[in-house]
């Protein structure tokens, strides 16, 4: 999974490279040796003396890389079968969140035959094309509105009940949903399935902070963005298991589509069954419960070693800051300057995910195939799922060697050029009909770019910016920034798209510009640092530290060592 590692130092050479902040004296054990044995090579001296002199030092270039930050996570930088389990498990509430995204999209026309038939079962009169755009687009928003409610909520379980424990916990929100949505059409009830969808934007409003907060914590430095990106990666495979799903031939049709919605039931259960096998966070169980017997069991099971020295100490040095800091509250971090430079870069990563338009493309895409003259519309949503997931895919692999903050440059660079493609293939549409070809290579470039790194990114690179103690805050705030973004997207894009016709997405272009802009004087370079190092980045620099470049933020977190 992404970029191979430099093989990993022994562990017992990292001992005394500790204290040296810069590497000058040759390392203690290698001095005491090389005096011994000049000892016993050579016949001692009668009387006092010129001092011999000192043994030549090492290689200039060992004791460097030794001591480079993150240098002392990558002993664990494996993928172990527990780890696997972990990640696996919890990813399926990422599946979830995307599942109920797409699935919304495919059967829109079956839905509002069914709520007319409801309107007309219930007043004796067919519903207005105005009420009908109102519930439909209250069915399609209304999930963002429990998101935003879920994802404000995060901080509420998982400092209390723990990471693990509280995806276990949200299960109940789905299924809750998967009855209410199941079993709409049978009680003739369009409000039961509105409020099955604002149930399981609950569920996945909580995901959204859960997941994240839970991978990255029980990932090893080296792999964290790689294993950072399985949350995109579940995300896109549920939005595209959703659109599969809703084909005609298979649920998406009149009698089945309920069975559709109720599908959430299925992963759900899957989660219950995985999850109470993976382990706590690690960090969780050191950090916030002071349980270090048990941090360490768990982080020998991960990593698969006995030698989880280095990392336990990194965790220490984390919670050693942590209780020097007063708690931190949402309203704190905006006050305190050491967390508002990470904070205003949090929130405008996820309003760069969501404004980017890529929201636009899932809820609307077949009505925008339509309009570019595609014969069979829903295969060409499928054919963007596929896109959408090979290329998070590729982000996967990529994303430990070329960087986080390089990936989201080309991502969103990417996605304005084919935003402005888009744009001219759906106003020159009837004049030549070849435009429609043109819109869908368009969309399926957007979906391409957005995959490399506007989707995935902004999910984990919140846990790298913050420490254990602002961190469930932070989530609960770029959270909420997502699911507003995300709802506004989904209740105003439809008469946004009636009132710009063919040029709305140029207002995503512009957005995407200023986000560009925003990212490339603002956003540093997060691979291969740990958690304190990072953020012992903004305390030292404060609001200026964002304007160094990638590698004058990396060697200010090596100093920055307490």
């Known amino acids: 999974m992404g970029a191979a590692a430099p093989p990993p130092a022994p562990a017992r050479s990292l001992k005394p490279l500790q204290c040296p902040r810069r590497g000058r004296a040759p390392p203690l054990r290698s001095a005491v040796s090389s005096s011994s ?5 050579s016949p001692p001296r009668p009387g006092p003396g010129p001092p011999s002199p000192p043994p030549p030092p090492p290689a200039p270039s060992q004791p460097p890389r030794r001591s480079r930050p993150g240098a002392a996570m990558e002993t664990g930088g494996k993928m172990t079968a527990r780890l696997m389990l ?52 209250l069915s399609v928003a209304i999930f963002s509105v429990g998101g935003m409610i879920g994802s404000f909520s995060v901080g509420l379980f998982v400092n209390r009940f723990g990471r693990r424990n509280s995806m276990l916990m949200s299960n109940v929100l789905a299924f809750v949903a998967a009855v209410l949505m199941g079993f709409s059409k049978m009680a003739f009830s369009f409000e039961m399935l509105i409020l099955g969808r604002f149930i399981i934007g609950l569920y996945s409003g909580l995901t959204t902070g859960f997941v994240p907060m839970y991978v990255g914590e029980v990932s090893p430095t080296a792999l964290r963005g790689a294993l ?9 495979l549920g939005i ?62 991960l990593r698969g070693t006995t030698d989880v020295s280095s990392d336990l100490q990194e965790m220490k040095e984390e919670s050693r800051q942590m209780m020097r800091e007063k708690k931190v509250t949402i309203m704190e ?38 309009k570019a003259g595609v014969e069979q519309p829903v295969y060409a ?70 995959e490399i790194g506007p989707g995935p990114i902004p999910w984990f690179i919140v ?26 997207v989904g209740m105003g894009f439809q008469y946004i798209a009636q009132l710009c016709d063919s040029y709305v997405f140029i207002i995503f272009t512009v957005l995407l510009v200023l986000f560009f802009i925003f990212t490339y004087f603002k956003v540093p370079e997060t691979k291969g640092r740990t958690f304190d190092e990072i953020a012992s980045g903004f305390r030292q620099g404060g609001a200026s530290q964002s304007d160094k470049t990638p590698d004058e933020f990396h060697s200010l977190g090596a100093d920055s060592q307490v």
């Not at 790298?464 to 469930?472: A, I, T, Y």
Request: charged content about 10%; aromatic content about 12%.
């Open 37 to 41: 044995s000049s000892s016993s090579s």
């Open 381 to 450: 949503t499928i054919g963007s799922g596929v896109v959408n997931t090979a290329f998070t895919v590729v982000s996967l692999f990529v994303v430990e060697r070329a960087g986080r903050r390089t990936l989201h440059l080309i991502g969103l660079a990417g996605m304005a050029g084919c935003a402005v493609l888009m744009t001219i293939a759906l106003t020159l549409l009837d004049q030549m009909s070849w435009m429609s070809y043109l819109s869908i290579v368009a969309i399926f470039g957007f979906v391409a770019f957005f």
């Open 86 to 137: 972990a990640v696996g498990g919890a990813v399926l509430g990422s599946l979830q969140f995307g599942y109920n995204t797409g699935v919304i999209n495919a059967p829109q026309k079956v839905i509002e035959d069914f709520y007319n038939r409801t309107w007309l079962y219930r007043y004796d009169e067919p519903i207005s094309p105005a009420n009908l755009t109102t519930l439909w687009s």
């Open 463 to 488: 846990a790298e910016l913050f420490s254990q103690g602002p961190r469930p805050a932070a989530f609960a705030v770029a959270g909420l920034s997502n699911w507003t973004s995300n709802f506004i």
């Open 333 to 370: 971090l905006f006050r305190s300057p050491m967390y508002r430079q990470p904070i205003l870069i949090a929130i405008v990563l996820q309003l760069s995910q969501q404004l980017s338009g890529i929201n636009a493309v899932f809820y609307y895409s077949t009505s925008i195939f339509e």
């Open 228 to 236: 950072g990106t399985f949350h995109q990666l579940g995300i896109v």
């Open 240 to 301: 595209l298991i959703a659109q599969v799903f809703g084909l005609d031939l298979i649920m998406g049709n009149d009698s089945l589509w309920p069975l559709l919605l109720g599908f959430i039931f299925v992963p759900a259960l899957l989660q219950c069954i995985i999850l109470p096998f993976a382990p706590e966070s690690p960090r969780f169980l050191l950090i916030n419960r002071n349980e270090e017997n048990k941090a360490k069991s768990v982080l020998k099971k």
